[in-house]
């Protein structure tokens, strides 16, 4: 193993305990150095499964043009998803549980099958999706000020905080997720929107090259996990006191609020 990666592993963590941004962890790296960033990213996931937490799913991030001009990357990432990071339809983010929050809107996916091919498809995810539900997921970054390139942001889990899914469920049949439409509001005020198509053309697109390279890394998804697809539209910082719903066509809204009294930064 490169002798960086758990060093930068160990910094990550350290960073999260203490809620406290660390500096970015590239210059530990050769440039561009994706592989190993997804080593960091594979010990710190153990690190929390160690800990008792349950896996439940992966996001998928950096699948949406606006989001990928906002952090100066050219390719979308993916991270773990634990049952910890996630918070009830309605909810309310504590204070100091996050260090610089963003939020953004997308699409989940609740999978029926897992899907275990190197090659999957859009067909493919379609057929393995039980259900989709409308889901707000709370970015952040253990790296301070969000000076972030490619390989901070895999190396830190994809950027991954917190997700919010409603209790909406329906099915693929009921609803096409590359045309839907999406509207997120902070209180009354329209901050983001965007579609499906805005998600790497499809989330389903997004989706089956999430099954795809996990399988080509040795992992897969599996029944019962939950696909984060991606934004849909420019992620939106949070402040204390901000609550923000969003709204996706066919799917209906979900709503998430910060508490009062800051976040740590």
Known sequence: MNEAVPKAA???????????PCPPVRDLFADGDVDAAYEVQRLNVERVLAAGHRLVGRKIGL?????????????PDFGALFSHMALDDGGT???????QPKVE????????????SPDCTTADVRAATAFLAPALEIVDSRISGWDIT?????????????FVLADTRVTVDDVEPAEVGMRLRRGTELVSAGSGRDCLGDPLNAAAWLASTLVRRGESLR???IVLT???????PAEPGDVFTA?????????????????AS
């Open 230 to 236: 991606g934004a849909l539209g420019p992620m939106v």
């Open 63 to 75: 699948t949406s043009p606006a989001v990928q001009r906002q952090l100066g990357v050219d390719q």
């Open 93 to 99: 983010v504590p204070t100091g549980t996050l260090l």
């Open 105 to 116: 809107a997308e699409i989940a996916l609740i999978l029926g099958a897992g899907l275990t």
């Open 223 to 225: 029944a019962g996990d």
């Open 10 to 20: 160990a910094v990550l963590a350290a960073a999260a305990d203490t809620v406290t």
């Open 247 to 263: 709204t996706i066509s066919g799917l209906g809204p979900v709503r998430i609020s910060f508490a009062l009294g800051g976040n």
């Open 150 to 162: 490619i390989v901070d942001t895999v190396a830190d889990n994809a950027s991954s905080g917190l």
